[in-house]
């Protein structure tokens, strides 16, 4: 017979800190949530306790992580990192070489100073604004 921690796999997290999460009414920071994949699963645990969930395909991490948005902004919440800004896009070779994990700041693009303009979808920085459409200002435009 098997030992049943066996049978439950170790969760693999996204991104090595919590990431915040905040009011798309308010834009007030309400807490933090872990992104994390565990069984074929993308599941954001919140501050409050609560998870959301969607597939995870490993060939397309975005589209999971955006059926976590779209049920996020049903409570008035959202995640704050790279693919929520409008300064982040997708060309369509970025997001097939990446499976939906990496994109384009356009902030980091205009800097002189800096050439990889390739960033994480859960990537965040100082310049970051919630998208609150897809075509808010992007260079380019999710699939």
Request: with cysteine; net charge negative.
């Amino acid at each position: 017979m098997k030992n049943r921690e066996q049978d439950i796999s170790e969760p693999s997290y996204i991104n090595g800190c919590p990431m915040n999460v905040a009011s798309i009414e308010s834009g007030e920071r309400e807490g933090e949530c872990n992104v994390f994949i565990k069984d074929d699963v993308l599941i954001a645990r919140l501050f409050d306790g609560t998870e959301e969930k969607a597939p995870y395909l490993e060939q397309d991490l975005f589209s999971g992580f955006e059926e976590i948005t779209h049920a996020l902004k049903e409570r008035d919440l959202y995640i704050m990192v790279c693919c929520q800004c409008p300064h982040f896009g997708f060309s369509g070779l970025a997001y097939d070489m990446s499976a939906g994990s990496s994109g384009y700041c356009a902030i980091i693009n205009q800097s002189e100073n800096n050439e990889n303009h390739v960033v994480s979808i859960f990537s965040s920085c100082s310049a970051f604004s919630y998208r609150k459409r897809h075509t808010d200002s992007s260079p380019y435009l999710p699939p």
